[in-house]
Structures are given as C-alpha cells and as structure tokens.
C-alpha cells in the first residue's frame, strides 16, 4: 500500500451544507491519469437500504465515485448529494473514505442484532483502482473477521479481489458469505465500449473460478440487461455457460435501471456508438427509470431458464433464511452517507 502524507484539509466553503460541505473541504491525496483522489471522513458506514426491495438490509460502499466508468451507471446521482453536477466527475473524482473501518467496526460492535444483512460494493466498485493504493476494502475485511454470524456478500467487476483470498476464506468460515461477480457480457468488444476500465470479461471469469476453487460461495450477476445490446438469448446462455464452467453457483440478471443522471451519460454514448438503438431507448425511458411489462417478463423468465439448465439456481434462499425478515434494531445516527441507499434500485452493480 502507498502511504500518503495528507495535506491539511482546505478552508470550509460557505454556502454548502452536509456531505457536500464535506467533500468540498476534502484534500486531494493523489492524482492519477486524470483521476483525482480525495480523503473523505466518513460519519457513518452501514447505509440502511430504504426500497425494500433488495436481498440486504445494510449496504457498504468505500469509496464514492468509481473509475471504471461504466456507462450505463445509475450511481453517478450521488455525486450531486456533493454538488458536484458534472456526471463525468463520478468517475475522475474519486472519494475514500478513509477511516470507515474504523467506523465500521464500532457500529458493528453497537448492532444491537448481530443478523446484518450487508452488501458491499452496491454504488461504486470496492474494487476500483483506488484500493490498490488506500486498501480500504480490505481493511473492512479485516474487521468483518473480527465478527462472526453475519449474512455479508461482495459486488465487484474487479479480479483485485483475488489478493484477499486470504481474507475472504477466513469470512467464509465465520459468517453466510458470497461474491457476486458481474459479468455483463462475453462480448469483449462491447464490455469495453460499456465498461471502459473494468477489467475484462474473461478476467472476470478467470476470477470466479479462482474464488471457487479457494472454496469461496460465489456466482454471476448478468447485470444490467440492455435492450439491444447484451439482451440476446444466446449471448445470456454464453454467459450461463461460462459462467458454470468456472465454477459460478449461481447467476442473477435484472433489466436497465436508467435514472436521468446516468441517461446524461448513456444517451451520448448510444448515439455515438449505437445510434440505431436511441429512438428505442428513449420510448423505453420516457416516463419511468424502471422497465416493466412484458420485456422484462421475457428477460427474467430467459435468465430464469438460464439458471436452471446450468444449475446455478444456488442457495440464496438458505443463505439468508435466518436473516432476511429480521427487524434490525441498530443504534446508529443518520449520517449524510445514508442518502445512498435512499431509494435503492437494481443498479449496475448489484446482487439482485
């Protein structure tokens, strides 16, 4: 790990209130090929997932902001709790939150419930670049092995993960643990127009069969679906097929989930790139970020089918049995963080 020397935080700017008056008197820590870092504190690290709809109650994110600059992102919205309204800043400024396992362990030592359900890496990868030079990933790690009993699973497009096999073999053993390794296609070509730093697919797959051989619960999320791009039914059964070849348990897939800040993003690069599918897009998307009806009934009802001739129906249900409907009673203060899982939706990154 790089060992920085932290500048003295700026003057407070006036005018700015909550997370964006924290991150505006963030010090920047590091540049690099034209990504900035800053040193954020975090007041809080366990978000309450609000929706209802997740398989997680509490979810974790490291850093805010993410590099790979995955076009398609629902997250770049939470730059704007910043102020930061530049949706390409989501992936060039790049906040750690670097005392948040600090944190972490003390609201994990104050659970009043020790059956959390928590997922980490649900807005940005906590596997990105950045946590090769501030491990904070990992150092969460190290306080998830503190603990034991936990329901904990981990989202990441990155093979970084495989340095803490160590780490993570140690997790399984103590806590009702899995990885989630999305996989939005096989076509290399279009994984790199769509995610542009992630690293490859086949790497990504190379990943799993790595985690599975290490006797790590892991699996695939085909995720998100795009109409005319990846939507392809033998494309998914590729994906199916690869992904039980290296090993996956299981594989989950939802549909695009489109808000106006990643539309800003996704709709110049569909013209450029794709300019047959933008009269689609915008019928799709014009009254709602969610897809429903009939296409997404196709889509869940192919992966569905997918996930049965592969067998990688997984245990999911047996995982989270003990966990899932428990009321958490946990005595944490709201903190700015928590509007990150305000109103959480199948994004781009997800366990779903």
Known sequence: MDHFTLPAAPERPSGLVGIARLAAASPKVRDRAEVEYFSLESRSTLNHESSGHMPFDWTINPYRGCEFGCKYCYARYTHEFMEIWD????????????????????????????????????????????????????????????????EFS?????????????????????????????????????????????????????????????????????????????????ALEDLARQAAEAGAKFIYGNVLFLMPSAMKQFMPFLEAEFPRLVKRYRLLYARSAYLNGEYKEQMMKLVAELRSSYGLAGNREELRLATRYHQFALPFDEAPERAESAGLVTPCNEAV
């Open 87 to 150: 949706g390409k800043d989501f992936e060039r400024k790049i906040f750690a939150k670097v005392n948040s396992p600090d944190v972490l362990r003390a609201e994990l030592r104050a659970a009043k419930d020790k059956g959390l359900a928590i997922a980490l890496g649900t807005a940005t990868d906590p596997y990105q670049p950045a946590e090769k030079h501030f491990e904070i990933t990992r150092r969460m790690l190290e306080v998830f092995a503190e603990f034991e009993a936990l």
């Open 154 to 234: 981990i989202t990441t497009k990155s093979t970084l993960i495989l340095r803490d096999l160590d780490l993570l073999g140690v997790i399984s053993q103590r806590h009702r643990f899995g990885v989630h390794m999305t996989v939005t296609t096989t076509n290399e070509r279009l994984a790199r127009l769509l995610e542009p730093k992630a690293p490859p697919p086949a790497k990504r797959l190379e990943a799993v069969a790595a985690l599975a051989q290490a006797g790590i619960y892991v699996g695939v999320n085909a995720m998100p679906i795009l109409p005319g791009l990846n939507d392809d039914s033998a």
